[in-house]
């Protein structure tokens, strides 16, 4: 066992189904319009999956492309981490298993992880750690969400904001002589505010055989996050700069949750960081929670933006209610 492994990030991928769904095709089902939800949010489409589509397809899609560019076969993956608040079933089995299963990946641990839309957050630092540990040398850890199943679609305070898709980044153990690495994270929980964002039934609280049906769908107090949301990602930001000795100025980008543009502009106004250095691409996907972030990442790589000794700061905020941030090194 190696205890002085480093945690670097091999490769990445995404996926997303195909049916792309514009805010004008929205405001058919809901009273909205595309300039209410492009003014208020920075959406303008969102992906959205067939009625038979799980959270594990769409894994296995973003998973195998992280995979092949990293030219690793999946049996030599050791745990893979599954972020997901919208899993194939209710608890068990962990869609986590579904996914090892489907890519063949027959001598891994495999486990759900549920910090909602900073489930991949949680997740690279979890990965961080099993490696660092000497417990694992390749983790794949995967953003995969399908709110598309549980939103109402006839609320248009919810329906609007989310998307469809998934997103993974295989992380690997190397020395010290790599300096790409998972430098450090800090992860939060506040859970006095977990009545802002979730779903009231369908747990063991109110199982959803005795829930009323609307209590089965994502219930959002959306200014309460959107105030919530804006102190977490500076809180993050700040926290995870000042444990490490760097500033602003240090880092090239920060890659956000991508639940609202305007969240993201507000944090970087009011904490004074360069708005410039903010990656978004809410406008194509919307919020697809868990999968946010890895999408993001992927686009920024296929774009060729991310360099390697980039300085990345990866922020994630959302129900629990929950945030938290890497610092990366790419
Ligand atoms: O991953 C984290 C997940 N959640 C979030 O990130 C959500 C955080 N919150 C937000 O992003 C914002 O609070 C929203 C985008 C959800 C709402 O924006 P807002 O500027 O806070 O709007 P609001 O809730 O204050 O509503 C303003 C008006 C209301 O009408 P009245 O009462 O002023 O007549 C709403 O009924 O906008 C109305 N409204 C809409 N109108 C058209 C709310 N949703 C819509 C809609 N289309 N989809």
């Known amino acids: 066992m190696n205890r002085s492994n480093f945690a670097h990030v091999r ?39 067939d009625d038979a589509v799980a959270a594990s397809d ?8 992280a995979l092949d560019r990293a030219q690793m076969p999946a ?12 899993p194939d ?44 540990s000497g417990s694992a040398r ?12 549980i939103i109402n679609w006839k609320d248009r305070n919810t329906c609007v904001l989310f998307g469809d ?3 993974a980044a295989l992380l690997c153990a190397s020395g010290e002589d790599n300096p790409s690495r998972v430098v450090d994270s800090v992860l939060y929980s506040r859970g006095q505010g977990a009545p802002a964002l979730g779903r009231p039934a369908g747990g063991s609280r109110t199982p959803a055989t005795a829930a009323d049906g609307s209590d089965l769908y994502l219930a959002m107090d959306g200014r309460r996050v959107y105030t919530f949301a804006i102190a977490a990602i500076i809180e993050a930001i700040e926290s995870v700069l000042k444990r490490n000795d760097l500033t602003f100025d240090d880092i090239d980008y920060v890659v956000p949750h991508q639940a609202n543009v305007r969240i993201i502009d507000a944090a970087a106004k009011r904490g004074g960081f360069d708005p410039a250095k903010f990656f978004t691409n809410i406008a194509e996907y ?33 129900s629990g209610l929950t945030y938290g941030a890497n610092l990366i090194i790419w």
């Open 286 to 318: 919307a919020n697809t929670s868990a999968a946010s972030i890895p999408i993001a990442l992927d686009e920024m790589v296929t774009r060729d933006l991310l360099k390697p000794g980039h300085r990345i700061i990866t922020v994630g905020f959302g």
């Open 75 to 86: 049996d030599e993956v050791d745990l893979i981490l599954l972020a997901t608040s919208t």
């Open 165 to 167: 898709g998934a997103g």
């Open 89 to 132: 079933h209710p608890g068990l089995p962990a869609t986590a298993c579904v996914v090892q299963d489907r890519l063949g990946a027959n001598r891994t641990a495999a486990m759900d992880l549920v910090a909602a839309c900073t489930g991949f957050v949680y997740g690279i630092e979890t990965a961080r750690a099993f490696i660092q």
């Open 11 to 49: 490769a990445v991928g995404s996926y997303a189904p195909p049916r792309r769904m514009s805010n004008d095709e929205l405001a058919l089902l809901v009273d909205t319009s595309d300039e209410w939800i492009f003014s208020h949010t920075g959406i303008r489409f969102r992906h959205i999956a």
């Open 138 to 149: 390749t983790v794949l850890v995967i953003g995969a969400e399908v709110y598309s199943k």
């Open 58 to 65: 769409l894994a296995v899609e973003a998973a195998r492309i």
